[in-house]
């Protein structure tokens, strides 16, 4: 049975401030540049796409300026402590409003836990097995499909294939 910790190391510290050791010059640039932009676009738009979603489900309006704004600042910060850039979660998202939960602490609690089973219970962490955290991502992918769209596939007269 394979676990997580046969899919490779677990961190055991936390992480460090420190600068990205690259050389700063114009060819360094040319190369990330093209790569670093396409990678912001695209979590710009799941993040934009993630909040229109949940406004449409909550009938709520969100400063979608503010969110932009955030996510750069937060995937600056992130850079800084050897982190990946990230992007708002359409799952996550949707099953918090599914849950009942509209606030922000709800994705704050989610962040605490995983920090905490990254740090604290990382023995208990490397002993899950792969297929449990398959079946968990499958079973929050059939959570939020609407299953009533699809019946309605065939009547959207913006659809190119009908």
């Keep these: 049975?394979?676990?997580?910790?046969?899919?490779?190391?677990l961190p055991s510290s936390l992480p460090c401030f420190g600068f990205p050791n690259v050389p700063m010059t114009l060819?360094?640039?040319q190369i990330l540049?093209?790569?670093?932009?396409?990678?912001?676009?695209?979590?710009?738009?799941?993040?934009?796409?993630?909040a229109q979603i949940i406004d449409d489900m909550t009938d709520t309006p969100s400063n979608k300026n503010r969110e932009c704004m955030?996510?750069?600042?937060?995937?600056?910060?992130?850079?800084?402590?050897?982190?990946?850039?990230?992007?708002?979660m359409i799952g996550q998202s949707v099953i918090n409003v599914s849950s009942r939960?509209?606030?922000?602490?709800?994705a704050l609690t989610a962040g605490v836990f995983l920090l905490a089973l990254l740090s604290i219970f990382q023995d208990l962490l490397a002993i899950v097995p792969?297929?449990?955290?398959?079946?968990?991502?499958?079973m929050?992918?059939?959570n939020t499909v609407c299953w009533a769209s699809i019946v309605r596939l065939r009547s959207n007269p913006c659809h190119p294939l009908w």
């Design 130 to 138: 792969v297929a449990a955290l398959t079946a968990a991502m499958i």
């Design 70 to 88: 955030g996510q750069g600042a937060a995937n600056m910060a992130s850079a800084v402590f050897g982190g990946m850039g990230g992007c708002a």
């Design 1 to 9: 049975m394979r676990t997580v910790a046969n899919l490779g190391q």
């Design 27 to 29: 060819d360094t640039l």
């Design 33 to 50: 540049l093209p790569v670093s932009l396409t990678l912001a676009a695209i979590g710009l738009l799941e993040s934009l796409l993630t």
């Design 101 to 106: 939960n509209r606030g922000r602490l709800s």
């Design 140 to 142: 929050v992918s059939i």
